[in-house]
Structures are given as structure tokens and as C-alpha cells.
């Protein structure tokens, strides 16, 4: 991690007799020596190698002050220090315990001591830690999807300093152009990978392109308050199904404060020059689609590669969208529907029955929805065993088309193909007095259905 926004206008010299609030924001007393500041920031490094504090000439008497609250510090750093400051001026056989605080310089989390002799009349500095944690402080917080806010109250119990919002925003543009060509490099590596592998496979297009199966989602929040608001930004990815990496990531905005608040201000009013995060026009619904159908447009740009086939959720509607951009000359992407959104959709039709009073006796009705869960179980374990079955794909397709078929026989207790398929259960076929048979002999939707 660099520590490229410590600045010098970022410290502060805090006169603990005064009494001051922790949070930096709220200068007082700012006179924290050029060159306190410059042997921090300039010389970091070599403080390190020769764990010495950096001694500040200081010519002014100065009170000693009390020091509040508590420090994040590099202990075995920190340790060293002291023991240096303990033994500070053999001539004069001063120790620590002649030495009083008389300033705290800050940054953040970082507190720079001036320690003041009474003995050698030296003024030493003591530094919490070698590194700036700053940008970690940031790093963590961001992790767990929280802001400044939260670093801020969690300083506030823990009873230390914490950085001001403009340090905050500074690391958290640092680390963010870091994601970016971190996640970049990442998704470079993975395009590669699933070449290789598409490749080994012999998936080439006509022209001897790799050609490789993805799955795509994407996200826009909805709010909901009495009306439905749709959001003003949506995010969506592509993944590999080989290597299950991420090879393209988009995020869309309609909405930028800068541009808008200039707006408010007047209708010739130009926003100043800023990074602006508007980069979508439209209805909120088809951000997910556009975002998509750029990573398929630029797929071969990005890494050589045709994505022809699609594993998308049932409701999307955004392959007609890419299908509309023709993103290759001879292939036409294909949509496979996603397993999970199957099963979902499943369940949710089955909880649906349970619950449509004209879908027939209320008796059948609870035990489809008692079941609700096995017949689920059914298909996955039906797939699961499919999968690993040694049979060509056409063949494996027929067969877990019967197992599906068979699972609501199994699950209502009339085990039509059980014995034949040999994994479900050994149970004899039922032809009569199982609930599937009142179930079929019922005329109302709950028969259409199962
Ligand atoms: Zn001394
Ligand atoms: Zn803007
Ligand atoms: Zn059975």
C-alpha cells in the first residue's frame, strides 16, 4: 500500500491541554514543524532501517501535555522506538522518564510524539507505526460495504483519531483505480485460461475462433416506500463456466451530483470539471442488458474470445438485445436456462398451488405444499446423478427428462419408474391409491400443473 496521500496539510498539532475533539477535521493549534512532517513523509523508509526517531531541533519551552485516548500502533516498531528514546544521550545518563510529551503531530491514525528532555533539553520524536494504516483503515471498510461513517463511530468507541473525510476520500480514490487494475489484470488472466481450455476442447467458431460458454447476471436495487422507485445505477457481469471467472464487469449511472447540482443552478450553468459518474441514459430496467451486450460486443477485442452461449435467468430479457447487436459475423448466441433459476421457478409455482384456493381441495393443496421441498430435491439429486453418469449428452438429457417425470410419481407415492431408473427408491409401482392418483382424478389446475 503507498501512502501517497499523506500530506503535510493533512497533519495536525494537537495541544492536548486544550482539550480538542479526536477527529482531525477539527484543527487546533496547527504548528506541527515543516520539518516533523517532512521526516515523516520524505523519510519514512529509513526511520524503518534504523528504527530511530528523527530528532527536531526545538528551541521553545513547552509544557508537557496529557495525552487522551488510545493509538493504533506497530508494536514491535513502537517498542524499538522507545527503547532508542530510553537511551537518547549517553553523555548526560538521561532516560525516558525524564522526557514529557509537548505535542501530538496526527494524520489519521498515525501520531507523531514530541518528546522534550528535561535533562539534555532535546526534543525527540515518537511515531505510532512505521506505515500509514490509513489507507487500511479504508481498505477494511470498504470491505465490509461500510463508509466513512462507520469508520468514524467505530474510532469514536475504540477512542482513537480517526482520518478526515477528505483523507478518507483520497485513499478511497486510490484504492479504487487499484481494484480497477487489479480486477483487470484478473480478468485478462481468465479470458486466457478459458481460451486455452476452449481450445483443448476443439470449441472453435467456423473461422477457428475459441468459442466458450458464459454465464451472465446483473443487478439494478429497487426501493420500495408505498411506490416503486427504480434505481439510478446497475451493475452486471459475464463469468467464464470454465474457469468460473469474472471476464467483463460493467456499472452504469444515470445519476452524477456534480452534473445534477449544477443543473439545479441554472440551465447555462457548465459543471466544472470533474469525474463524472453518468455514463447511462435510459430506463433503469435495460442497464443490465446494455451492460451485457457491451461485454459481448467487445469480447473479442478483450480476449479473442465468442461467447456463444448464454446461461442466463429465465425472466431475462436482455438476449434479444444481444441479439440485436450482432456481436459475430457467423455464430448466433444461444441461451441456456440457468438450473438454479429453474428449480426456482419451480418452487415458486408449487407454493403458488398451495396457495390458489381454485386450484383444488384444500387436502391436496397442504400435502403438494408439504412436499414442496423434496420435489425440488428430486430434480437436483436427479441432475447431480446425470452429471457424473458415463453416457453421452443426448442420452443424458432423455434420462433426467424421465427422472423429472418421475420424481412427482416418487414423491406422491406412486414410484411408476422407481424401480426401473434403480436410484430413486425400490418401492413397487402404484398404479392405484397413492395421492398422485387423487391428484390426477382431481379436473382443476392443481392437475395441469404437477
Ligand atoms: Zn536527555
Ligand atoms: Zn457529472
Ligand atoms: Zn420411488
Redesign the pocket.
Known sequence: MKDESTSSSNFEAIDQSSGKPLDENKTTAVDASEETITAFLGKENESIVRNTPKTIQNQNEEKPVKLEGRRLVDIQYFLDCVKNLNN??PK?G?TLS?MNVIKEVRNGYVSIFKLK?D??R?TYDLQTTARNPNQDAVLGVMMIGAGYSALAQLSTCLETPFPSQRTYRIQEDILGETFETISLKSMRQAGEMEKKLAIEAGDLSPDGVPMITVVADGSWAKRSYRSNYNSLSGAAAIIGCRTKQVLFIGIKNKYCTICQLSKNQGHNQMPKRHKCFKNFEGSSTSIEGDILKEGFLHSLEHHGLIYHKLIADGDSNFLKKILDAHPYKNVIVKKIECRNHLLQNYSRKIRDLGKDVNAGPLVLRKQISKEQLRLRYAVTKAIEHRKNEGVPMLEKIKLLRQDIDNSISHVFGEHKLCAELGYFCHEQYKPSGSILSYILKNDRPIRQII
Request: one cysteine or more.
Open positions: 537518547h544521550e548526560f538521561c525524564n528532555c535533562i539534555c532535546g
